[in-house]
């Protein structure tokens, strides 16, 4: 949990909510927020697939978290053409990047997305007023953990792969103290990042720019997220060299 404020495990009781991210990592991690408050998660990993699921469904979303970069459509893109089928048009969109400039902000607006972006890594308190704020609510209570219930989670941390750099406390917050959930984040990402980052590495070499940015990106806000400092070190290198 946040540390200074734990969330009313009710707040999102019944609400239908899409997260749009290529990043299984950001999906998971967003996923088990949205469900722990009681929340319908729905998932896509694409635009293309955004645009499928929102025209198939036959019932209302209450929220859509919506990554701005993604390989196969971006963000705007993604909001512009599921917007035709939302009664409330833009207004349910929430953007999330891992980098919200002041020319990405002019971009929202310009697009007719008034939602407050969300920056990764966001914490779950984050990613609930978001979702409450696009439905017209910011009523959130409880109280902050005890400190026997901060020592309990720092213990369980132990069952987590020993990786270095990471920021433990920061993403188990995002992951609302779920070590298994954390834990098999980690794992997934231990088998995929490595390679990735070789194949950005292979591509900044062959000039292949657009494809290091794609790589890149995705890692950036996957390492963000799970507060893995070590390895965002790692890709920020690479990026200079583009």
């Not at 707040?11 to 408050?37: E, N, P």
Request: glycine share 8%; net charge neutral; with cysteine.
């Amino acid at each position: 949990m946040d540390s200074q404020e734990q969330i009313d495990p009710r707040a999102l009781r019944g609400k239908r909510i899409l997260v749009v991210d290529d990043s299984d990592a950001t999906r998971a991690v967003i996923g088990g927020i949205l469900k722990k408050f009681g929340a319908e998660f729905y998932e896509v990993a694409s635009g293309p697939e955004a645009i499928q699921l929102v025209k198939a469904m036959p019932f209302l979303l209450d929220a859509i978290l919506l990554d701005l970069v993604m390989n196969d459509m971006d963000g705007f893109t993604t909001a512009e053409a599921i917007s035709k089928w939302l009664p409330n048009g833009k207004s349910i969109i929430i953007p999330m990047g891992a980098s919200i400039s002041t020319k990405v902000t002019a971009e929202l607006a310009a697009h007719g997305i008034e939602a407050k972006p969300l920056r990764k890594p966001y914490t779950p308190t984050q990613v609930v007023r978001a979702v409450l704020g696009v439905m017209g609510s910011q009523q959130i209570s409880g109280k902050p953990l005890s400190e026997p219930q901060k020592a309990e989670s720092r213990s369980r941390t132990q069952l987590l792969p020993a990786i270095d750099g990471i920021d433990t406390r920061g993403a188990l917050e995002r992951c609302l103290d779920d070590v298994q959930l954390l834990r098999r984040i980690l794992l997934d990402c231990q088998a995929t990042s490595r390679s990735g980052l070789f194949r950005a590495q292979e591509a900044v070499h062959a000039s292949d720019f657009q494809s290091a940015y794609q790589l890149l990106h995705k890692f950036h806000g996957e390492f963000l997220n799970l507060g893995l400092t070590t390895l965002v070190d790692s890709l920020m290198k690479i990026q200079e060299q583009i």
